[in-house]
């Protein structure tokens, strides 16, 4: 009976469009009721959703009394909806997957009694992991039983995100819980299962994945003094800045990361900065706060939000709470904070060149050159930067596009359509290609790094997708005259991570 049952159940997975790894994976996940928390580690773009989505129509056809719960990134959220409604009516079942947002939750509390929980009592609910893990959402989730939940791309779960997982393993409330991931998260408590290129295969046993090469090219520059100088003022900056403040260390990594993405980055970010900081500082000048009120301390934890600082980053997040609790400098402290930003605006107008634009704009014309039907991405994790580089690429006479997090799912996918049958420049960022593929692109330029090697090991998994048939190579701006430390420290531990030339897993 018992082999009789894993055939079905095979066969089912099967029909479903899963490939071998999938199906055995998944039987082995429904046979271990035992270790309620696992993972499945496997290469981008090799239909991890896909396969979590069998599982859970898999559950709903076994009894549709169940409360699943999938917690995944804000940007592919519709994905998983279209796909769970797409598997669930090849089944028969007309249920509908409930996408939970603040608006979403705030219907649900109206719709029952005070005290009563808000959760369906069975159902499909989608949801950020972001706003799962807010202080006043996280212990309704864990005021319910759940029958099955995923976490995709648990690999982010860091910081209060990973907070959040532990209470809820430790809350018993979660029959069984699967983790994805391109690359391990090292969580406790957590069984880990890893997929290899290797591992992919038809049902005929031959290899999905061709043996192309994984290669990185590093296009090297120098900043000129006046750049070079600046950014010795900004390091000083940011300094004193992290010395004077309990979260002053978030702050100085905001600041850097804005100033390793573009000159027009960073100049906006420290406008934000300015203008968020510059009520007090009238304020003090007519004295209206003196520098022994207590109502100093009160009135500058509200002059910067996450908004103010991050401006337009689409891939760092912060807890707003913690920011402004650590707005703890003094008066005297504040203002030689603000004469020295006032300096670095001033210093930065005077730069009319540069270098890194000019290295990426050479890179195109010489060592890249754009002909019909060739696909370059140059990604950035900032907007303005992106806003920035397409303004000042016009002269290229090629196609571009511009694909940013502001852009609805429908619009990004009308882009991407048009990129792919003309060919051209696609600059972009990092929120808008969650739930895109790109396996038909040639080259991928890094105008700026993400904060860590594992984010930019998922830029590789937009490339390097199940039917890719050519080589593919990504390529990074190195400022040689180490203008910014951490930014050469951060290519040194992603050049570490890649695999020797040659290989694919």
Same mark, same amino acid.
């Given at each position: ?86 598997? *669930? ?6 249920? $509908? ?22 959760? %369906?009592? $069975? ?78 295969? @038809? ?21 000129? @003094? ?40 960073? @100049? ?25 009120? @207590? ?48 300096? *670095? ?105 993400? %904060? ?54």
């Amino acid at each position: 009976m018992c082999k009789m049952a894993n055939n079905a159940r095979s066969e089912y997975f099967r029909d479903k469009g899963l490939l071998p790894f999938q199906v055995k994976f998944a039987q082995s996940f429904l046979e271990s009721e035992h270790l309620p928390f696992q993972e499945l580690v496997l290469p981008p773009g090799t239909g991890k959703t896909r396969m979590a989505v069998a599982l859970i129509t898999y559950e709903m056809k076994l009894s549709t009394h169940k409360r699943i719960l999938v917690l995944a990134q804000t940007a592919i959220l519709n994905q998983w909806k279209s796909e769970l409604i797409s598997m *669930l009516l090849s089944e028969g079942q007309t249920i $509908t997957p409930l996408i939970v947002d603040r608006k979403m939750y705030l219907e649900l509390e109206s719709s029952v009694s005070p005290g009563e929980s808000p959760w %369906p009592t $069975t159902g499909i609910v989608l949801m950020s992991i972001d706003f799962a893990k807010r202080d006043d959402i996280a212990p309704s989730i864990m005021s319910v039983d759940w029958d099955f939940v995923i976490f995709d791309d648990s690999h982010l779960l860091r910081g209060k995100r990973r907070v959040f997982f532990n209470l809820l393993q430790k809350s018993g409330v979660v029959r069984r819980a699967l983790l994805l991931t391109n690359s391990p998260s090292h969580l406790r408590g957590i069984v880990s299962s890893q997929v290899k290129y290797s591992d992919i295969v @038809d049902w005929n046993e031959r290899s999905l994945f061709p043996s192309f090469k994984k290669q990185l090219i590093s296009v090297r520059y120098n900043r000129t @003094d006046l750049e070079r100088s600046f950014l010795n003022k900004l390091h000083e900056f940011v300094r004193s800045l992290s010395n004077m403040q309990s979260f002053g260390k978030l702050y100085e990594v905001i600041i850097i990361r804005n100033a390793t993405s573009s000159m027009y980055a960073i @100049d906006g970010m420290l406008r934000r900065l300015r203008d968020a900081w510059n009520p007090v500082r009238n304020r003090m000048a007519h004295g209206v706060i003196s520098a022994t009120e @207590d109502t100093f301390q009160k009135v500058q934890k509200k002059l910067i939000t996450v908004a103010d600082l991050l401006g337009d980053s689409d891939d760092v997040s912060a807890d707003i709470n913690q920011i402004r609790a650590g707005m703890t400098m003094q008066p005297d402290q504040f203002l030689y904070l603000f004469n020295n930003l006032e300096s *670095l605006l001033d210093q930065i107008e005077g730069i009319r060149t540069d270098s890194k634009l000019d290295a990426l704009l050479g890179y195109l014309q010489k060592d890249c050159k754009i002909i019909d039907k060739t696909h370059i991405c140059i990604w950035t994790s900032f907007r303005s930067t992106a806003q920035y580089l397409i303004s000042n690429l016009q002269d290229l006479k090629k196609p571009l596009y511009l694909m940013t997090g502001v852009l609805e799912p429908t619009e990004r996918q009308s882009v991407v359509r048009s990129f792919r049958e003309k060919g051209g420049v696609l600059i972009t960022t990092d929120a808008s290609l969650s739930g895109i593929t790109l396996e038909f692109v040639n080259k991928c330029i890094n105008y700026d790094l993400p %904060p860590n090697p594992q984010v930019f090991e998922q830029r590789w998994g937009r490339f390097l997708r199940l039917g890719r048939n050519t080589d593919f190579e990504m390529v990074i701006l190195r400022d040689e005259s180490n203008s910014l430390p951490w930014e050469e420290d951060l290519a040194k531990a992603i050049e570490d991570t890649l695999l020797p030339e040659g290989s694919n897993s």
